[in-house]
């Protein structure tokens, strides 16, 4: 799990928690607006969330259009009260970059990377309060998108246009519709469903551990299509030019077995071929549609 750091602790935590209907809890709807210093493809919209979902769509507009569901429960006014002070929408400018994601005084964020504080230092309590931001943000059509979450939530992005698209879902699907651009999707717990407007032109990776994954192309698919599952399989309606066997070769051997490792994954050429998409599931099926 690259983008969040969480202890095994504060996960169980959370899937024990006290049946809402004891609690008390709070909404808030928080709406704010950033625009990028220009126009540029370089453009990208960054959130990092935990709890709650996620939904992105491209729009005319020049402004980055954020609204925000904020809600606190908890089981004393007082600890209710202190998670509607503590916990925060935090949005930010950083070159061609605006970033998004929940803040606290037990949350830091350096390098991409969202952290929970008490989960790795003592001198933090676990919050007495829990909470959930639900993202819904208008951005320039032609931007690039990263987005991720953990539970609670779906992640769904529509209508973009930029030329890559990174989306990350724990246990939760990921919706990409009328999209461009290069793909990177990793989700462990849910479905992914996407559909291109114009088909990618670079390589793509599609990653779901627990789902299917359903994929529509245009017509004209030129790809190299790598497969991978423990117990998934694999169906298209595109003709299949090509059925042949790509060996790749990595440094993760070791002494006694030797440096490089190598793996040998079944390949399939759809139209002239050129590009490469990497499918990956242990528990799903892919299934590659044509419009």
């Not at 990028?36 to 919209?45: I, T």
């Not at 606290?104 to 309060?129: H, M, Q, T, V």
């Not at 059925?243 to 440094?251: F, G, H, I, L, P």
Request: aromatic residues 10%.
């Amino acid at each position: 799990m690259k983008q969040v750091l969480l202890c095994a602790a504060f996960m169980t935590l959370m899937g024990t928690q006290v049946a809402k209907s004891q609690k008390k809890e709070s909404k808030e709807q928080i709406k704010k607006e950033h625009s990028f210093d220009s126009s540029s493809k370089e453009n990208k919209l960054i959130i990092k969330n935990v709890f709650g979902s996620i939904t992105v769509e491209g729009y005319d507009g020049d402004q980055v259009l954020f609204s925000v569901e904020k809600t606190i429960s908890a089981e004393s006014n007082e600890n209710l009260e202190l998670g509607k002070r503590e916990l925060q929408l935090k949005v930010f400018k950083k070159g061609n970059l605006i970033i998004a994601h929940p803040d606290a005084p037990y949350i830091s964020f350096n390098e991409g990377r969202l952290k929970f504080d008490w989960c790795n230092d003592n001198d933090y309590d676990e919050p007495g309060y829990d909470h959930h931001m639900n993202f819904s943000v208008k951005v320039p059509k032609n931007i690039k998108v990263e987005v991720s979450t953990i539970n609670d939530g779906e992640v769904l992005v529509k209508n973009t246009r930029g030329d890559f698209i990174k989306a990350n879902n724990i246990n939760g699907g990921i919706t990409l519709e009328r999209i461009t651009g290069q793909t990177d999707v990793h989700c462990i717990n849910g479905e992914v469903n996407i559909s291109y407007v114009d088909n990618p032109s670079a390589s793509s990776t599609y990653y779901s551990l627990n789902g299917d994954i359903n994929i529509t192309y245009q017509k004209d698919l030129s790809a190299d299509v790598a497969f991978k599952s423990m117990n998934g399989e694999m169906f298209t309606d595109f003709d299949i030019a090509k059925q042949y066997t790509k060996t790749s070769k990595n440094e993760e051997g070791n002494k006694k077995k030797g440096k490089y490792k190598y793996e040998a994954r079944p390949m399939v050429q759809i139209g002239k071929g050129g590009i490469d998409f990497d499918f990956e599931t242990l528990n799903g099926n892919v299934f590659i549609k044509k419009i």
